[in-house]
Nanobody, 123 residues
Framework: QVQLVESGGGLVQAGGSLRLSCAASGRTFSSYAMGWFRQAPGTEREFVSA????????YYADSVKGRFTISRDNAKNTVYLQMNSLKPEDTAVYYC????????????????WGQGTQVTVSS
């Protein structure tokens, strides 16, 4: 089983940037596709981005395409989410998770969820 710990969240003004990290424990990290989801209060968990096991294929939700970039470093067991041009509607708790499928865009296709990191974008 893989344990995931997200970090890098915080408070930023609209138009600013943040870089989220998701550190994984376990030797099997590089065998999984990884995904980022987010959840705002009162809403369902929403797919943001995914990356395949090797890092050479990525996929984005339309709402973040062109602004967010997902990447991974298998030597460091870490996946990243670079978020630029942030908007108030990006405010949410961001979660990373593992999947045996690429591309999977629904939460039921993911497992080994992290605890989440809060991102707040002020207007």
């Amino acid at each position: 089983q893989v344990q995931l710990v997200e970090s890098g969240g915080g408070l930023v003004q609209a138009g600013g940037s943040l870089r989220l990290s998701c550190a994984a424990s376990g030797r099997t990290f590089s065998s999984y596709a990884m995904g980022w989801f987010r959840q705002a209060p009162g809403t369902e968990r929403e797919f943001v981005s995914a990356i395949n096991w090797s890092g050479d294929s990525t996929y984005y939700a339309d709402s973040v395409k062109g602004r967010f970039t997902i990447s991974r470093d298998n030597a460091k067991n870490t996946v990243y989410l670079q978020m630029n041009s942030l908007k108030p509607e990006d405010t949410a708790v961001y979660y990373c998770a593992t999947s045996t499928r690429f591309v999977a865009t629904t939460p039921d296709r993911y497992h080994n969820w992290g605890q989440g990191t809060q991102v707040t974008v002020s207007s």
